[in-house]
């Protein structure tokens, strides 16, 4: 069995992997930068 990489449900799946990286990465240096203001 071959996978092309072009299947709909492989790109959905990646989509959703890079969105959901990108907002954590964001939440993480909001909450880095937010400490460093409080501390």
């Known amino acids: 069995m071959e996978f092309s990489g072009s299947e ?3 790109d959905l799946q ?3 992997l890079v969105c959901a990286s990108h907002h954590v990465m964001h939440v993480a240096i909001s909450i880095v930068y ?3 203001l409080l501390s």
């Open 14 to 16: 990646f989509a959703l």
């Open 8 to 10: 709909p449900q492989t």
């Open 34 to 36: 937010g400490a460093g």
